[in-house]
């Protein structure tokens, strides 16, 4: 068995941030299968609720994609039985956002793994071996794919873009102070729609390697 130090040399991790309807999700879970990553999105909520002992919920309410505001300072425990998870009735953005980075390191010290939003590019910004690639799209493109995910009509898809693209954006400068989709923030950007999903996949696939000498 390799020393803990070996291991995470050899690992290796990538992430990946994405505008809406970029298909970021999507290629993030192609990419993985593809170099056998361990693929990590909604599945961090899950596992910081429990380590954390904090209610799923409640990380839902601090995720980047939702309408809750970030930025009020606390979220509000009541109704969610705070005595059962810590005595104070109010956590912080700032504390769950830990929760969720510590957890995320964890996982990149221990297996080669892809990990999807969550400012995971910052957060992973000393790991020796971290590729950081950025998903963007024609807004045309966006719309049609956003319109039929969530099958609402083109006009609401885009007026969803602007939000939640917003919001993505405050997200990352408030944790990372650094501008969300500036290229010197990360390795790799590209625009899915100049190559489509499978093409981009397989693009980036090539990228890896070539940094990892894979």
């Not at 429990?50 to 505001?69: C, L, N, P, V, Y």
Request: hydrophobic share 40%; net charge neutral; aromatic share 10%.
């Amino acid at each position: 068995m390799l020393p803990k130090q070996s291991v995470m040399k050899e690992n290796y991790v990538i992430t990946i941030g994405r505008q809406l309807g970029s298909g970021g999700r999507e290629i993030g879970h192609k990419l993985a299968a593809r170099l056998n990553l361990t693929f990590f999105d909604k599945e961090l909520i899950r596992i910081a609720a429990q380590e954390s002992g904090i209610q799923e919920d409640i990380f839902e309410e601090a995720d980047e994609k939702r309408t809750h505001s970030l930025f009020g300072g606390l979220i509000d425990l009541r109704g969610f039985q705070p005595d059962e998870v810590y005595p104070n009735y109010y956590l912080s953005n700032e504390m769950l956002f830990k929760v969720q980075a510590d957890i995320i390191r964890r996982l990149a010290g221990e297996n080669s793994c892809l990990f999807v939003g969550r400012c995971s590019d910052y957060v992973l910004k000393d790991h020796p071996r971290c590729l950081n690639v950025f998903i963007s799209a024609e807004m045309s493109d966006r719309v049609r794919r956003v319109a039929k995910t969530h099958n609402i009509a083109e006009g609401k898809a885009e007026d969803l873009i602007q939000k939640i693209d917003k919001k993505r954006a405050d997200y990352y400068r408030y944790f990372s102070g650094k501008v969300w989709g500036a290229a010197s923030s990360y390795h790799l950007c590209i625009n899915s729609s100049a190559l489509g999903i499978d093409e981009t996949v397989a693009f980036i696939h090539r990228f890896a390697e070539k940094k990892f000498e894979l």
